[in-house]
Nanobody, 114 residues
Framework: QVRLVESGGGLVQAGGSLRLSCAASGSIFSINAMGWYRQAPGKQRELVATIGSDGSTNYADSVKGRFTISRDNAKNTVYLQMNSLKPEDTGVYYC????????WGQGTQVTVSS
């Protein structure tokens, strides 16, 4: 069983920055892809960014150039550096990790005020 614990969410003004972290623990031999989704109130969960075990990355168009995803394989941790935040980035951010199957974190709230 894999457990994911997120941290780093909070309240920030538009134009500010936040860094999210997500640490995986448990029965892990190796982790394939890791990434982040978000869900705004009244909207469906959407992909934000992914990173493969080889470091390859993929971003939603809405965050390209502002967000950076990275991972530390030794720590089984994925990060999301979020810069130039906008009110529309507000939502609950969920990390995931693909081990034998996909595991999810509990979510962390990000609120961007205008």
């Amino acid at each position: 069983q894999v457990r994911l614990v997120e941290s780093g969410g909070g309240l920030v003004q538009a134009g500010g920055s936040l860094r999210l972290s997500c640490a995986a623990s448990g029965s892990i031999f190796s982790i394939n892809a890791m990434g982040w989704y978000r869900q705004a109130p009244g909207k469906q969960r959407e992909l934000v960014a992914t990173i493969g075990s080889d470091g390859s990355t993929n971003y939603a168009d809405s965050v390209k150039g502002r967000f950076t995803i990275s991972r530390d394989n030794a720590k089984n941790t994925v990060y999301l550096q979020m810069n130039s935040l906008k009110p529309e980035d507000t939502g609950v951010y969920y990390c995931y990790a693909d081990v034998a199957f996909r595991s999810w974190g509990q979510g962390t709230q990000v609120t961007v005020s205008s």
